[in-house]
């Protein structure tokens, strides 16, 4: 197997990507040179540059300074793109992403954040507990920290933090010391074909836990993660440690909310630590706690220490991260595109503000409109007033009979509504809510600097 550090020159094809962007900031560490495409400019492109990446945003071969040695592409980029053909022509070695993560984690102990919703929440949030109580690390997240402005974290290469994603089967690649594995809901439909091969994906990656080493799992997937694993597991010294709320071996308990503030007891297998609290609202978010808490609890940090720096922890932007407020008004952006998580990031607006809330949601892809639209439907109904936009295609191209309206017509609630185009920006400023939440993994949170303008500046 190679190793990244054996290259002088990188080219990431997509490298304002979340986790291609941390993966480009590891290399410069490294002092490897970082060239790359992206299809347009970015907070991310633009800190990369800073940092002395050289990116372009055309696709044009005759752009690329110097000659790379290595290209790191994502799946992302099409086939067709012009950059693509030219490395593909000229016998560059290209490699994809998570092969590339799988080199960069070779021999270092890691810690893998699996699970369909959760993973970049609760990896943010060990790492910070681990740099909070003195435990040196580096961790590659699939957001950006707000505590640190990053998505790229980096004290000592000896232990790292990383998320092991499902999509394109990508933690088959990884071959972690710890896992935390936060669910197993039904999602990416489209590589895996069905609920069961999906299930199957992530009983492979559990398997490749190292031995003797641990995985901390959500205290009711045991059966999906099944008897046979467990039993692999057990033989290979693996500890089997679980967390919940009111439930797990780590576990919340005594919850209450005072302020938008949770407050909770979390019970360990040795002691309790009472006082909890986490700024940031919903239970799930104090079910991530919980699991980040126990992960750190076990390789080491102390205990006093994590409970007086969990307060600390800002978030992860577009994870519930509140964009404007004042006496009367919010306004909420989650990045929330599973059914799941819709539930989570809506019950917790209810939870803090008390207030009718009203959210306007982006589908993100055809397929995982198509394939979870009835979810999708029982979630947005939970909103006072659920609004419904285009859907977001991302990488893939129109599915025929698959539209937002597949969902919008499965909705009960007497109150939606579907707008098409940009037309629900207009509508949302003349209805004038008191608690909005924008949800979805697409590009409708470029609208917010407007929606706060237009709501709240009176301009």
Known sequence: MMELKEYNHIYFLGIGGIGMSALARWCLLNDISVSGYDRQSSSVTDALINEGAEIQFEDDPELISGHPDLV???????????????????????????????????????????????????????????????????????????????????????????????????????????????????????????????????????????????????????????????????????????????????????????????????????????????????????????????????????????????????????????????????????YAHHPEELIAAITAAKETYGKKVMGVFQPHLYSRTRDLAEGFAAALDLLDVPVIIDIYPAREKPIPGVSSQTIFDLMKNPNKKWCRGDTWIDWIVEKKPKVLITLGAGDLDKHIPELIRRLYKND
């Open 72 to 334: 790191i592409y994502t799946p992302a980029i099409p086939s067709e793109s012009r950059i693509r053909g030219h490395f593909v022509r000229f016998n560059v070695p290209m490699v994809k992403r998570s092969e590339a993560l799988e080199w960069t984690t070779k021999g270092v102990d890691t810690i893998g954040v699996a699970g369909t919703h959760g993973k970049t929440t609760t990896s943010s949030m060990i790492s910070y507990l681990l740099d909070s109580t003195g435990i040196k690390h580096t961790a590659l997240l699939g957001g950006i920290a707000v505590n640190y402005d990053s998505n790229f974290i980096s004290k000592s290469l000896d232990l790292m933090v990383v998320e092991a994603d499902e999509y394109d089967r990508s933690f088959h690649r990884l071959h972690p010391k710890w896992v935390v594995l936060t669910a197993m809901d039904p999602d990416h439909l489209d590589i895996y074909g069905t609920y069961e091969e999906m299930l199957k994906g992530y009983r492979q990656f559990l398997k490749q836990i190292e031995n003797n080493g641990k995985l901390i799992y959500r205290y009711d997937l045991n059966e999906l993660i099944g008897k046979e694993v467990m039993d692999e597991l057990h033989t290979k010294g693996v500890s089997m440690i679980s967390f919940g709320l009111e439930k797990g071996d780590y576990h919340a308990a005594d919850m209450k909310v005072e302020k938008g503030i949770w407050h909770w007891t979390l019970v360990t297998p040795e002691k309790e630590l009472k006082d909890m609290a986490l700024l940031m609202p919903g239970r799930h978010n104090v079910l991530n706690a919980t699991a980040a808490c126990a992960m750190a609890l076990e390789i080491g940090a102390d205990g006093n220490k994590l409970r007086d720096a969990l307060p600390g922890f800002k978030g992860v932007s577009r994870r519930f991260e509140i964009r404007y407020q004042d006496e009367e008004s919010v306004l909420i952006d989650d």
